[in-house]
């Protein structure tokens, strides 16, 4: 075969065969296809989209580019369970998760990713727990689902490595936002790393990558239609990110949200969404007969303390300090300068530009615009204001956690053009806005 006949079918708009697209992974893997057929053969598939079948292809051969866990020599007594964000502002969502349903007898090997853009990364919160490594050798990761239920690390080169490179390319190309190709390269790493079943929560508001509803359905319908079509168990909730989720934004500011969230202190939004994944894991897991009753088991390991004795045992089994939970605000480093931010009028948070306040925690050095950039875990805000919150002289918009003066200045600005105030506001609306079942997706 040769690549640009490949290219050259896609671009007018003919579907591939499971050979041809073999073809492609392969080369794009081995590096024997260079950058600009990567480029070319990206954007004539964000140009002419991919059938299911076509998608179902690129999504099998990029989970066997490389290594694919398995655990079922570890004999567990529960079912290998994922959740995977498309990504938010104040999304600490996994944190929490994870040990929520590990306390419920299931096992969660969770591969997460870093901050790019507006979006927070999972991995970078956790790098402000003193000790934690988020890049274990194999023989860790395993004890580590085997003995606690969860492991929450970054990807290893050897899952699914034809995608890393695939996506590289598409980053600097402009073909990022395309359906197909967003699909498989979520479906590659959640495969390869051995799951029974996945959840996905399909952000869409102002502080997603799916602005629109619409685009936030598409998304979900192709990856729900595609990991089923692959062999792995899948739903997805689409959910709301029309402001920020939690009241806290930055890596160490999320991480102490996560510790009162566990230990009870819990924003109501944030709650909503993480039981609703969570009972929706235990479904599709057989931990629950239905939705009910996952959000029953979810919520007593909550109110019980089982979930918080997970996350800290996780923290201590993947180096962390063992007595975190009990001392995180002497571990967890703080910003030398914390500032109210008031709004310039007196009146009701009426909306949030979601996108700017996670702008603005990267201007504040707490996120990248270059992979190489440094993370600064201690900046932020926290205490952000809700729509519907009365804010004041009395009552700031959000807590400023910044390097300097100068810093915390210029966050001052930037979150009263993010945070409206006037008169009234429109009552927030439901956290969970569509479910996409695994056997309705087409």
């Known amino acids: 075969m040769i690549p640009q006949e490949i290219i050259r079918k896609k671009r007018d708009g003919y579907a591939l065969n499971a050979g041809e697209i073999a073809f492609m992974v392969q080369g794009i893997g081995d590096g024997s296809i260079s950058e600009a057929q990567i480029a070319a053969f990206a954007m004539a598939v964000y140009f002419q989209g991919m059938t299911l079948d076509e998608r179902i292809a690129l999504t099998r051969k990029m989970t066997h580019s490389g290594d694919v866990l398995e655990w079922t020599s570890l004999e567990l007594s529960g079912p290998v369970l994922d959740k995977h964000s498309t990504g938010g502002v104040g999304d600490k969502v996994s944190l929490v998760l994870a040990p929520i349903v590990a306390a419920c007898g299931g096992y969660v090997p969770m591969i997460s990713g870093r901050g790019l853009g507006h979006t927070g990364g999972t991995l970078d919160k956790l790098d402000s727990i003193p000790g934690y490594t988020t890049t274990p050798d194999n023989s860790l990761f395993r004890s580590t689902v085997r003995d606690v239920g969860c492991a929450i690390i970054g990807q290893t080169a050897s899952l699914a490595p034809a995608d890393k490179r695939f996506y590289s390319v598409r980053d600097v190309t402009a073909t990022v936002e395309s359906i197909p190709l967003i699909t498989a390269s979520i479906l590659s790493k959640k495969l390869a790393a051995g799951s029974e079943a996945l959840v996905l929560d399909v952000k869409t508001g102002s502080g997603a990558f799916a602005a629109s509803l619409e685009m936030a359905e598409e998304l979900a319908d192709s990856i729900v239609a595609v990991a089923n079509g692959a062999g792995l168990r899948t739903s997805a909730l689409i959910t709301d990110m029309d402001q920020v989720l939690g009241t806290h934004v930055g890596n160490a500011l999320e991480v102490a949200e996560t510790v009162d969230f566990l230990i009870g202190r819990r924003n109501a939004r944030l709650e909503d969404v993480v039981i609703a994944l ?93 992979t190489s950039d440094s993370v600064d875990h201690r900046v932020g805000f926290s205490d952000v204001c809700g729509i519907g919150a009365r804010v004041g002289p009395d009552a700031p918009i959000a807590m400023v956690h910044a390097a300097s003066e100068e810093k915390a200045a210029q966050a001052h600005q930037a979150l009263r053009h993010a945070i409206a105030v006037g008169g009234t506001a429109d009552e927030p609306g439901a956290m969970v806005l569509k479910t996409v079942p695994e056997a309705t997706a087409t």
Do not use: H, N
């Open 278 to 370: 969570a009972a929706e894991m235990l479904r599709l897991g057989g931990l629950a007969e239905d939705g009910g009753a996952g959000r029953a088991k979810a919520l007593a390991v909550l109110e019980s303390g089982q979930a918080a004795e997970c996350f800290a045992r996780m923290v201590a089994a993947l180096g962390g300090p063992w007595d975190f939970m009990e001392r995180s605000d002497e571990y967890l480093a703080q910003a030398p300068v914390i500032k109210p931010c008031f709004a310039v009028a007196e009146g009701v948070v009426t909306s949030v530009d979601t996108r700017r306040v996670g702008v603005a925690v990267i201007d504040l050095g707490g996120g990248r615009q270059r």
